[in-house]
């Protein structure tokens, strides 16, 4: 079993490193992630935001939607938290001195 | 062969660290080494991003010369967008261990172990 | 964990040294976050991590009492709010949900001296907004996790 799961997880670092052939090469400014949107965000940053930080810009401006839904993510997850650890605490002081 | 290598080698690196988290999440029978194996996974991840944003001879996304009046050329800097998307992804992974990790208090409050099969033992008696 | 060490170098460092200068640090981090790297989510981080600072040196007792577990609630829920206030404004100034163009800085810009435009303000509401829920649930989990391996 054991052997039989190494096997799979050596096969998946083979096959991982056969596909990062197809990927573009490190830096490499002609890659079609930095050419496709990259350039379009910085002209809008710069003509429309006008603030030097390209990631807080598209952060908080041209993705604000997604931060709005990550935001609810962490507050979710605070809450989550409280509920499962808060009420099974609560439990042994009912009949506890208080 | 060493500007093959150089060119590769995050993705290499990423693969790696990718089987090292999920050898740790399927592997070992401990929930809390699973959670580590999850976390490994999320870092190989966020690395494999970050990793693509590099440029040539490029520098870090903050346009100084904005209210100067020159203009910025796109290729002077890093590929921002990947940045944006792993910085909420770490958020979110340390929101997921959080949780996880509040999971794991009251499994352990329940059955008194974190091991898998001694929980499974627990739950078939 | 829970309890505390008594040294007095901890004690000394990490009241006078150490934690005000990352909170102070943090805020800069927060106010600076479209002028150079920083922004909601490090300054949270950095802040949550001074909090985290006081609970592991000075004892969680000590921590709690001075911010309890439901300010912190609270908080994370100012945060959010923050947020959508940030978005709502501009709906009310009758643009697109968080679409800052509408929002009104002549009287920020005349109080403190800058040239801000309206998409850099709403940036930074929506800035404290995030800062406010990222600190305070990183702190309300490690709360509660720590607090919870006392029984």
Redesign the interface.
Known sequence: MKLLMLTFLAGLVALLVWASADLPDRADPHAPANRHLSPELTEMTESEVVIPNLVSAILADFRSYDTLGETFVIFTAGLAVVLVLQRSRRVPEEDGDE | MIDEVAARFPYWATAVLLVVGLYGMIGKRSLVKQVIGLSIFQSAIILFFISGSLLEGATLPILYGVHGGEHADPDDFVNPLPHVLMLTAIVVGVAITGVALSFLVSIYREFGTLDEREMLDEMRK | MNDRYDSVILHFVARVVMIPLIVVFGIYVLLH??????????AG?IVAAALLLVRLALGNRQAALQIP?GLL?WL??I??GI??FG?ILPLILGANF?D?APIPVEWYNKFAGEDR?P??M??LI??V??FL??A???V??YD??A???R?
């Open positions: 976050g479209e002028l150079s790297p920083g922004g909601g989510f490090q981080a577990q609630i994370a829920c945060g959010l947020y959508m978005g968080l800052y435009t998409r850099a709403g940036i929506i800035e907004g995030v829920g990222v305070s649930v990183l309300l989990i509660l996790i607090g919870s391996s029984q």
